[in-house]
RNA sequence: GGCUCCGUAGCUCAACCGGAUAGAGCACCGGCCUUCUAAGCCGGGGGUUGCAGGUUCGAGUCCUGCCGGAGUCACCA
């Protein structure tokens, strides 16, 4: 399905030939042969460098092996021809008919067509989101949850068997303090004054319903009692609550985890101890003292023996602790047995969606992991760096302090779910993004996402003028798919078709670098490149879509379009937006 | 100071696990609307890929050292 895969597997049997006729030697490793649409268009269709890779080691010349193989490529019906170019590559060219096939294989598979194997239905668990529940969500929260998304389904795509995970941080002191702050607005209810809330609380209006739920269900009942009384119950209504609270911001911009998995049930089970026994036993632990950071910060070092991880031996900078001075354990100690926790439920492929300011703590959970593994895992960790939200070019101020800043929610009623998913992957995921409220609704050639939604609509414009102009043309599936594409030659439809053969492609690397972004940029090169034709249409009449004496060429060319609007709708899909039928 | 990420056209960014002459958009200049949505398209100028070395047939990409920016730095999550 992937052309540039087939092209391999003829280069390769090229070799074997070479190989078989004593002209170069048996079992020349091959992996570092790429397969590849060359740069420039010009050069041909696909490029290989295999010349160039084996030359060394069949102690020949690159040009003289490029010869050679491309000779033999030449042999091959869809290969027109095989030129040497440069230091040895072999740029080589596809017939015309075989970019027909192409199309017509696009047209069969629909939204099918890209999907790949290369995962090999390998399991793969994606944890993103992650917040604290201790509140809505917010717009950096929105990033990493649409990031993670789309991963997933990316993978998905790419033959990976694969399962959205939430894990709920509800086990350390953030969660107490949500519950004090609950239990602030329970006493509200029930008519008391709280006044200033406190420092180091949480003192959003969000939790005021909480209060409420509090109230009706416990009464009077922890009006005059004291603080080990309550915090518990008061804390499980309460984390209950902001669960739902994220669990519906998070389906209104269409995640759905698969599965949630809470911190604290795993200390309730014994899985945190169980798992640093397990560390405890291998002589990974001990009681030791840190040395201060170096550098800053000098003044506030108390030197402390502490029970410490040896993450050193992992990879780590230094060790790291594992409880607390009140002796509960780190919330590291917790990440340890879950990420265990991962793998013993079968995840030996691992991907965790961190926000920026967690980067530091990459080099840490992957040392555990490989301890608690054995090695047996891999941990990837992707990093979202910081959204900037703007409007009309100014920062728009957020304070998390003051309980004031601007909500996923509030974002996704303002400008809509489709537009905040793909404006989150309009830049690379380690890189700054900044999200302008204003400019994301503009209807122009600079909001991406109106422009690949246009491209989109405009496939359905054609159907639409046709069915006007010529009614008795039948444009049904069936019947675009038996259309005669050999009528298709000029150069700017081949190229739409070239780009098109290019998904499959396209979604393997993006897979394997696991860059979601890719997808949406593809989109747009899409859309560029069937813009740009349409208008052609406008200068020279011959380019256009529908030419009313001539059917078969028009039918052939709304087969083109109709593949087109697949590949776009199948990568909308893959992003989780839906494609308009139209624009308004 | 340690670690991580980033540094590409005036601006915002691409560049497919090392490939050929580093590409788009915005802005600027010049064209295209009786005709499928001009909400668009075409053309032009614009670069020592932060600096200096190294690895090799070949480096924006990998390695080392600097410069600049962001994040983070026992015990929080």
Redesign the pocket.
């Known amino acids: 399905m992937n052309l540039f895969f087939n092209v391999r597997k003829r280069i390769i049997s090229c070799i074997d030939k070479l190989a078989a006729s004593e002209a170069i030697p048996h079992g020349l490793a091959l ?2 042969i ?1 397969v ?5 268009a ?3 269709d696909v ?1 290989t ?1 295999a010349a ?2 084996l030359a ?1 080691p069949a102690a020949m010349a ?1 040009r003289d092996l490029a010869e050679k193989l491309g000779r033999l490529l030449e042999e091959f019906d869809e290969v027109e021809s095989a030129d040497i ?5 072999i ?1 080589i060219h596809l017939r015309l008919p075989f970019w027909h096939q192409c199309l017509g294989d696009i047209l069969d598979l629909k939204n099918r067509f890209g999907e790949s194997t290369i995962g090999e239905g390998k399991k793969v668990n994606i944890e993103y989101v992650s917040a ?1 529940p201790t509140g809505p969500l917010h717009i950096g929260h929105a990033r990493g949850a649409v990031f993670g998304d789309v991963l997933a389904s990316l993978l998905t795509k790419a033959g990976y068997d694969v399962t959205r995970e939430y894990y709920i ?1 509800d ?5 107490d303090a949500l519950a004090r702050s609950a239990f602030l607005r329970y006493r509200e209810v029930l008519g008391y004054e709280i006044g200033q809330i406190e420092e180091g609380l949480y003192p959003g209006a969000y939790l005021k319903p909480v209060g409420q739920i509090l109230a009706k269900k416990y009464k009077e009942k922890f009006e005059n009692s004291s603080e080990s009384e309550w915090l518990a119950p008061v804390r499980n209504v309460a984390i209950d609550e902001m669960m739902k609270l994220i669990r519906s911001d998070l389906a209104k911009l269409g995640v759905e985890p698969d599965i949630f998995t809470s ?1 604290r049930a795993l200390v309730d089970s014994g899985e945190v101890v169980a798992c640093l026994n397990d560390l405890d036993s291998r002589g990974l632990i001990y009681e030791g003292v ?1 040395d ?6 000098l003044d ?5 023996p ?1 029970t410490l991880f040896k993450a050193v031996e992992f990879g780590d ?1 230094i060790d ?2 594992l409880k ?3 002796g ?1 354990w ?3 100690a917790g990440d340890i047995a879950y990420h265990r926790d991962k793998f013993n439920r079968g995840f030996s492929y691992q991907i965790d969606v961190w926000g ?8 840490r959970v992957q040392s555990a992991v490989k301890a608690v593994t054995d090695n047996q895992a891999t941990l990837d960790v992707k ?1 979202c ?2 959204v900037k939200l703007l409007d009309n070019g100014k920062p728009i101020k957020m304070s998390k302090r003051s309980g004031n800043f601007v909500t996923l929610r509030a974002l996704v009623d303002e400008v809509g779910k489709d537009i905040v998913r793909f404006i989150m992957l ?3 995921n ?5 999200f302008d409220l204003s400019s994301v609704t503009a ?5 991406p996402v ?2 690949v939604q ?1 491209a989109h ?2 496939c ?3 159907s ?2 046709i069915a006007r102009q010529m009614p008795g043309l039948d444009i049904t599936y069936s019947s675009l798919k038996a259309s005669k594409f050999e009528l298709l030659t000029e150069k700017s439809e081949i190229d739409l078709i070239k780009l098109m053969a ?1 998904w499959p ?2 979604i393997e ?1 993006s897979a ?2 696991k ?1 979601p ?2 997808i949406a ?1 593809y989109l ?1 090169d899409l ?2 490149a069937f ?9 020279s ?1 011959s ?4 030419i009313e004496d001539e059917p078969e060429l028009t039918r052939a060319r709304v087969a083109l379009v109709c593949a087109l609007q697949m590949v776009i709708a199948s990568g909308l899909e893959l992003l989780g937006i839906k494609p308009l039928e ?3």
Request: no cysteine.
């Open positions: 992996d570092n790429a590849e649409p060359p740069r420039d010009a050069h041909g490029a460098n160039m890779v060394k690159p170019a440069g230091p040895g590559f740029n604290n941080n086990a350390g002191a953030q969660v911190e840190l201060p950071p170096k550098g800053k910060k506030e070092w108390e030197p402390r502490q900078d790291r602790a607390k001075f009140d509960t780190t919330y590291f920026a300011d967690h980067g530091g703590y990459i080099k990093i760096q910081l309009t830049r690379k380690d890189a700054p993004l900044d209807q122009s050639r600079d909001n109106w422009y246009y609509a405009r359905n414009s054609l639409r003028m290019g492609r396209l690397a394997i670098a860059e972004h890719r940029f747009n859309a560029s813009h740009s034709l349409w208008t052609q249409g406008k200068e009449p380019l256009r879509f529908m139209e624009m308004r």
